[in-house]
């Protein structure tokens, strides 16, 4: 198999840490996407995902997998026994489910705010910015720092007992966060606990 992407990003991240859950880094090689200049624009990426954006995985038939979801769904299904999206109807149901706000009001939030409310990627890679619309999502993303914290006051993980790729998200979101400076409100202590247990899991100590 092979992943395109690029290292620094939150998406990449997501899909590495999953692959070093489910133990398959060795079987996978990975190709480098420049996109700070723009090259998941160019019209060979495009060919593998006409909506540019890494990573990209392409199975050994030629098949292009796109979507974290989608990528971390078929490698968790893999093996014998779905490690990251569960093993039954319910449980696939909330990890979905979990995944979905993961993204929406975080990962997602911050992602708008990288994009609209600073420089982002430079003026040739965003065609376009609302300020008003990237300084909105910040808060969207403070708010769902909050709720996240409030889930994980009743519980150890963010769909439930286990660890799944909704926490992947969640983690992914928050590192973002960090790295365009949004911070997480000093009265979400059941989730800075949470990142402090994460972070010493090998997928991501590592």
Not at 4 to 22: C, G, K, S, T
Not at 108 to 135: R, S
Not at 143 to 172: H, R
Request: net charge negative; hydrophobic share 40%; proline share 6%.
């Amino acid at each position: 198999m092979k992943i395109y992407d690029y290292r620094e990003f939150p998406n990449p991240a997501r899909v590495r840490i999953a692959l070093a859950e489910l133990e398959l880094i060795d079987q996978v090689e990975f190709i480098s996407v420049d996109v700070p200049n723009g090259e998941h624009k160019s019209p060979q990426f495009r060919k593998m995902n006409p909506f540019p954006a890494v990573p990209v995985l392409e199975l050994e038939d030629g098949t292009k997998l796109a979507e974290c979801t989608a990528i971390t769904e078929y490698l968790d299904n893999l093996g014998d026994v779905p490690k990251l999206t569960g093993t039954d109807a319910k449980q696939r149901g909330i990890i979905h489910m979990m995944q979905r706000r993961a993204e929406a009001v975080l990962l997602d939030a911050v992602a708008a705010y990288f994009h609209h409310a600073t420089p982002g990627l430079g003026p040739d890679i965003e065609e376009f910015q609302c300020k008003e619309w990237g300084l909105h999502q910040r808060e969207r993303a403070a708010k769902g720092m909050a709720y996240f914290n409030g889930v994980l006051e009743t519980q150890p993980y963010v769909a439930g007992d286990n660890f799944s790729m909704a926490d992947i998200t969640v983690f992914a979101g928050l590192s973002f966060a960090d790295a365009v400076n949004i911070d997480i409100p000093e009265d979400c202590t059941h989730l800075n606990k949470w990142r402090q247990k994460l972070n010493k899991r090998p997928s991501i100590a590592g």
